[in-house]
């Protein structure tokens, strides 16, 4: 309603934009229109340059994000095998292994091979097969999809053997055998490495030699702690995978800025390891293959481009080829935490978004000139549709700078430059209704509408803090199966969040197995004590739910413990200039995660501070448990077990039925 107001007073007093047309055709016929004509294509233009680079960006930024995601489902995968090799070394020297390293590998289908190495030179590695692979070793039977082979210690010596087994479907076994082999896996650069930075580390791009096709290798170190802790670790190998470029290349293929640019991924030297098309990022010299490079690939449009970013020193240009062209340049670098100077090149023809306004407008005025009398009852119609237009696109903008993300009720404008600016707007949307889902959607609508870049500082307000905790998550984590527990914590962390985020609760952070939120920031809430209260009785009672299926699933159970304090604390965005969180911190937040901690001294779910339940009100039902001094604060307070609201028909927030003596608000 707000916006619709200052809307009609916006334009009262004012004409319409097609009246406004038409009384100057009247006046002035061919001149007049020859300059709208001139400058409505003019003002097109620039939209379209504009909205050129702005799909130039999403399509980088997405491609950015899609190769965080494609590596970092390896590094989730080939951690947790580490992590179960450093628990159990002789594991993977039995041939039960294999089905570890299948099962990791089967569904992450830009792997092409997971192995393990060991200091001993012990190798186990399982593969798939593809045509490249059988066509280059005709040992390899025709029906096999699987690979999985070891090589001996070097104290086997002169009797060291590869031992390896061919599969149709897993495990059927479909052919064996034995050969010498030289491979020496510590000596490889994935190994070093590993073995030098005892941390995830990745190779440069190289040419796989038996398929022909980037590949890229990443491991992991297998530390092994000493008697004395972490400090003492001994590295004993590493875990590694070799991923090719192939679902890449697919998705630079399948979100080209428009129908006619290129995408491509090169890395500091100008070599292409992903292009939409596999073929041309390697090229065949008179010994070997090779990756192709920004000079000498054989595409004309990318060696001119290299040369002109040259000339300029520019990253994103614009530039008319020696075939007549006008092609956008545009060169984006990763991150610097992603770790390699990649970056992302778009070529796009300009033509690909103003060609047709292009064409447009040469047949308008050649039409203009034979129809002139038609022309005025036509451009009073056109420019009413553009002002419709405009106007749903301007309150689109509003819509969006409100975060409000229902579908926009919006004719598809007959024009196919006012359609692609609809089409952008959608995708504005739809980036903002990502976004939120990772920030507080508050913290984003303050962002947005502030018009402010983003930046460091805090403020001190009064909230209400949250901790979760698992009780002997530890103990369960050394039992359980990883996957298993993956599952499991998952569906923890899901029950937990979504009882914050339906008590209007902001999550802050993942600590290991806790969760971390905060009531009364952002945006300020006059009952963040009770709306906290609230959530933390949903979290708990939907465990016990949870722990309930988990139990007729014959799964292990996981008791929640949760403190919560209200208190004046720092909250804001905090970090460096480069990476930054907006969070909460000071002495309230650590008495609610020492609250926490107390759960386990009285047997309680929630335990929460005097400064809770005084700022909550009366509707708190409580059990007194204890006057208590927690860690790091001299001060004694006193604290409760919260049990439920009071007159709440809520089964997750009403008391249990039996309810002890001391259970009125104090």
Same mark, same amino acid.
């Given at each position: ?13 004012? @004409? ?97 091979? @997971? ?40 104290? &086997? ?14 495990? /059927? ?27 995830? =580390? ?12 980037? =590949? ?15 400090? +003492? ?8 995978? +070799? ?48 990756? &192709? ?68 407008? /040469? ?34 903008? /509003? ?107 902001? =999550? ?27 959530? &933390? ?30 208190? /004046? ?98």
């Amino acid at each position: 309603m707000a916006f619709d107001g200052r809307l009609s007073a916006t334009r009262a007093g004012k @004409l319409g934009l097609n009246t406004v047309f038409t009384l100057g055709i009247a006046v002035s016929v061919i001149p007049v229109l020859l300059f709208i004509l001139t400058f409505g294509y003019s003002r097109l233009s620039a939209a379209g340059r504009a909205l050129l680079e702005e799909r130039v960006a999403q399509s980088q930024r997405a491609i950015i994000a899609s190769t965080y995601n494609f590596f970092g489902v390896v590094e989730t995968g080939i951690g947790a095998v580490a992590q179960f090799a450093a628990a159990d070394p002789n594991f993977f020297r039995k041939n039960e292994s294999r089905d570890i390293l299948y099962q990791t590998l089967r569904p992450i289908p830009q792997v092409d091979a @997971l192995y393990v190495s060991f200091e001993d030179g012990y190798h186990r590695v399982v593969t798939r097969i593809d045509e490249d692979r059988r066509s280059a070793d005709p040992r390899i039977p025709p029906q096999a999809m699987w690979h999985s082979s070891y090589v001996d210690a070097y104290s &086997a010596g002169a009797d060291r053997r590869r031992r390896r087994t061919f599969f149709d479907v897993w495990p /059927h076994v479909l052919k064996a055998y034995d050969e010498e082999t030289t491979l020496d896996m510590p000596a490889t650069p994935q190994y070093r490495l590993a073995r030098e930075r005892r941390a995830f =580390v990745m190779t440069d791009p190289s040419i796989n030699p038996d398929t022909g096709y980037p =590949v890229i290798a990443l491991s992991s170190p297998i530390l092994v702690s000493g008697a004395s802790g972490a400090e +003492n670790e001994s590295f004993i190998g590493i875990v590694a995978a +070799n991923v090719t470029m192939q679902m890449l290349s697919e998705f630079l293929k399948a979100n080209q800025a428009s129908r006619n640019s290129l995408t491509l991924i090169v890395d500091a030297d100008g070599r292409i390891f992903a292009h939409p098309d596999p073929e041309k990022a390697r090229r065949r010299t008179e010994k070997t293959l090779e990756f &192709a490079t920004l000079d000498n690939t054989a595409d004309s449009r990318i060696r001119q481009a290299a040369v002109k970013r040259r000339e300029l020193g520019r990253d994103a240009f614009r530039f008319t080829s020696a075939e007549g062209e006008e092609l956008n340049v545009s060169f984006l670098g990763f991150p610097a935490e992603f770790g390699r100077p990649w970056q992302v090149v778009v070529i796009t023809p300009t033509d690909d978004f103003i060609g047709e306004l292009k064409a447009t407008s /040469h047949v308008i005025a050649l039409v203009t000139s034979l129809a002139l009398l038609l022309g005025m009852l036509l451009i009073y119609l056109l420019s009413r549709s553009l002002s419709q237009s405009i106007r749903s696109l301007t309150r689109q903008s /509003h819509e969006i700078q409100a975060l409000r993300f229902a579908p926009a009720q919006t004719r598809a404008s007959p024009i196919r430059e006012i359609s692609d600016l609809q089409q952008g707007f959608a995708l504005l949307r739809n980036a903002l209704q990502t976004f939120v889902q990772y920030v507080p959607t508050d913290l984003v609508r303050t962002l947005v509408s502030s018009n402010q870049p983003l930046g460091l500082g805090v403020e001190s307000r009064n909230l209400t803090v949250f901790f979760s905790d698992l009780e002997n998550f530890s103990t369960l984590a050394e039992a359980m199966d990883a996957d298993e527990l993956l599952l499991q914590v998952s569906q923890y962390f899901s029950t937990v969040t979504g009882a914050v985020g339906e008590e209007g609760g902001t =999550v802050d952070k993942f600590i290991g197995d806790s969760v971390m939120a905060f009531w009364g920031a952002p945006l300020s809430m006059e009952d963040h004590a009770l709306r906290a209260c609230a959530g &933390a009785l949903r979290a708990a009672r939907r465990m016990e739910r949870l722990n309930r299926e988990w139990a007729r699933e014959g799964r292990a159970q996981m008791r929640l413990r949760i403190g919560l304090n209200t208190a /004046h604390v720092l909250v804001g965005n905090v970090g460096s200039s480069e990476r930054m969180s907006y969070t909460a911190m000071g002495d309230g937040v650590n008495v609610a995660s020492r609250l926490e901690r107390m759960n386990k001294r009285f047997g309680t779910t929630i335990c929460i501070a005097d400064s809770v339940l005084a700022a909550a009100g009366a509707r708190l039902v409580v059990r007194d448990l204890d006057v208590v001094t927690v860690e790091g604060r001299s001060t004694p307070f006193r604290i409760y077990e919260l049990l439920g609201l009071r007159d709440s028909d809520d089964p997750e927030l009403a008391p249990p039925p039996a309810v002890p003596a001391r259970q009125e608000s104090l």
